[in-house]
């Protein structure tokens, strides 16, 4: 008998801490970003983070996450608050809310899982530097803070596993042209030389003036190789009988 009063015991302190259902929507967007998640406070002033930051943009709607009435819709320290008290979920009844949110409705409507109750405002500095704009979501019993994560189905609070994507081969390596013979890069030709000289050749070095050809050696007195010969050569001829 002890120990059944124990389990009840147990099960009762369960229930006044946690919420009776799970919802399956997020209040804003369809997964978002937990870029800050809740640390309760030591103390009932003490530092702490009493809720949760989802990362969302600005205008972006605001959805009640669970059936209840507007228990507050105004402005506070300068930013939109929306309080929503929820319905069944015992004495003193869940209270969730939101910031900064410009409301859409007004304090004593009852709103159903999913209804829009107003969009996202600016930023008011409660946003971590990594999402610019967020939207602060809170869970209170009371005076008792609780995690708001915990209205969540259990399957919309595990991550997303990550998508496979495929593996594309490597594009094949780039080369560069070979160097061809008429390339840009082709060492320049060099210059023409002339060849060596020849007789015939038009680049044949000129013979020296006032230097007669050779003649071949005759007898000094051969008339008739001295009358072969042009007048200017006969008479050198006769002058140097000696000269082949």
């Known amino acids: 008998m002890r120990r059944l009063l124990c389990v009840m015991f147990l099960l009762a302190a369960l229930s006044a801490g946690t919420p009776a259902h799970a919802a399956g929507l997020w209040p804003v967007g369809d997964r978002p970003a937990v870029v800050r998640a809740w640390s309760p406070p030591a103390s009932p002033y003490g530092p702490g983070h009493r809720g949760v930051d989802l990362a969302a943009p600005i205008g972006a709607p605001v959805r009640a996450q669970a059936a209840g009435r507007i228990s507050f ?105 070979s160097r061809a013979t008429h390339s840009p890069w082709t060492a320049p030709t060099p210059r023409l030389t002339p060849p060596p000289w020849t007789a015939h050749s038009p680049w044949a070095a000129p013979t020296p003036r006032g230097t007669p050809p050779s003649w071949t050696a005759h007898a000094p007195g051969d008339a008739a190789v001295l009358g072969n010969l042009p007048p200017w050569a006969a008479g050198w001829a006769r002058r140097h009988p000696g000269a082949g």
């Open 73 to 177: 819709a105004g402005r506070v320290a300068g930013r939109g608050v929306i309080s929503v008290e929820l319905a069944g979920t015992g004495d003193p009844p869940l209270r969730t809310t939101y910031e900064p949110v410009a409301a859409t409705v007004a304090e004593g409507d009852e709103v159903a899982p999913g209804q829009v109750i107003g969009t996202l405002e600016l930023p008011t500095g409660h946003c971590p530097p990594t999402a610019p704009s967020c939207l602060h979501w809170g869970l209170r019993r009371g005076a008792t803070y609780l995690d708001p994560l915990s209205l969540l189905d259990p399957s919309l609070r595990t991550p997303t596993p990550p998508r496979l994507l495929p593996i594309w081969p490597p594009p094949p390596p780039t080369t560069r042209p």
